[in-house]
């Protein structure tokens, strides 16, 4: 058997997966994986064709665990999906018949001591700090933490809601490990690709957070602090001009962690009271093209959908204007004043 773990930068636990496909006795799996890790499904479809289990490649979008490709794997035959990158409540369990395996990948290559090394500049003035990660480097947390420590650094590793999801780990839209220490910090330190956790940490705890991106090796702080200035500017604005506007598509993902079907019926009869005009829009991957089919019936969208859509997308969009779940009280109840970006992403995946 070819050990293709070692050659990979991430652990994809083919242990573990050999086990399962012997207890679930699997012979046809659906791979998928986010677009940044869909080079590791050649090699991964390999491996099962040696294990002797036919493998299929999605090369579908996979936002998160709540992006699983039920359809396509029943349209195919194949009685379970791998899927790569994140972890979720469905792991080792059954949807509509598809048997779900989540292989994190964490991160075998980031070095403590290097990110300390990276991050020293920033430590001076900091007395206690919470740490969190997305699910590829969580398995570090604690070296990192250890190492901070020994700088004299008090470490906060918080629990968070879901029983799934590890100490310190945050995805794009539950930060609640942060939250739960973030009384007992001032800072936060996100480990994670790219800012896009580092935001949500921002946003939700309101404290200072600083990013350090193992795979470009850099640290980032201000321009989360600019984002954030720039997405309130724009979301004040949007929220403005919707109260002007009657005619409202609910966009409603067909996702299965996103659909909140109640919800977009719920917001529908809400605004309709006050005399909106809404149609309920279903789609499975959201693009701007999309949204041009409907530009002489809708004035604005409300999103039901993932809440990243209705914030870092928002640059996207930015010839729509898109309101977030969480936001439409503000268009019922006016008070822009008290506005609270928190609301934005006060969402929870439809586990
Ligand atoms: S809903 Fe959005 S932020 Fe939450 S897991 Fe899915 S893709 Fe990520």
């Not at 919800?263 to 701007?288: G, M, Q, R, S």
Request: hydrophobic share 40%.
């Amino acid at each position: 058997m070819r050990n293709m773990s070692k050659e990979s930068e991430y652990d994809l636990e083919l242990n573990k997966i050999k086990s399962w496909i012997e207890k679930y006795k699997i012979n046809k799996v659906l791979i998928q994986c986010p677009n940044g890790l869909k080079y590791l499904a050649f090699k991964l479809a390999e491996w099962f064709e040696e294990q002797n289990v036919k493998a299929y490649i999605s090369s579908s979008n996979c936002w998160g665990a709540c992006d699983i490709a039920i359809n396509e794997a029943k349209y195919i035959g194949c009685e379970a999906i791998i899927h790569v990158g994140h972890n979720g409540p469905y792991h080792e369990k059954s949807i509509e018949n598809v048997r779900i395996f989540f292989i994190p990948a964490y991160y075998r290559r980031l070095n403590a001591e290097r990110v300390i090394e990276k991050l020293r500049p920033y430590l001076a003035n900091i007395k206690s700090v919470g740490l969190v990660s997305s699910i590829q480097h969580v398995r570090d947390l604690l070296s990192i933490g250890n190492k901070l420590a020994s700088e004299g650094i008090n470490v906060y590793i918080g629990n968070p809601n879901f029983k799934w999801m590890y100490p310190g780990q945050v995805i794009g839209c539950n930060v609640t490990s942060a939250i739960s220490v973030s009384r007992y910090v001032n800072s936060f330190i996100c480990i994670s690709g790219g800012v896009f956790h580092a935001i949500g940490v921002r946003i939700m705890t309101q404290k200072e957070v600083i990013s350090y991106d193992p795979y470009l090796d850099k640290v980032t702080k201000e321009e989360i602090d600019m984002f954030l200035k720039r997405t309130l500017t724009k979301k004040l604005y949007n929220l403005t001009r919707a109260m002007d506007m009657k005619r409202v598509g609910i966009l409603l993902c067909s996702k299965i962690g996103q659909c909140k079907l109640k919800e977009a019926i719920k917001v529908k009869h809400l605004l309709e009271k006050k005399n909106y005009k809404c149609k309920i829009i279903v789609f499975d991957n959201l693009t701007p093209s999309l949204l041009e089919n409907f530009l002489g019936d809708v004035d604005f969208y409300i999103n039901t959908g993932c809440p990243r859509i209705g914030l870092d997308d928002l640059r996207l969009y930015e010839n729509f204007i898109i309101i977030n779940l969480g936001e439409v009280d503000y268009l019922i109840y006016g008070k822009l004043k008290d506005y609270d970006i928190r609301k934005s992403l006060a969402w929870s995946p439809n586990f």
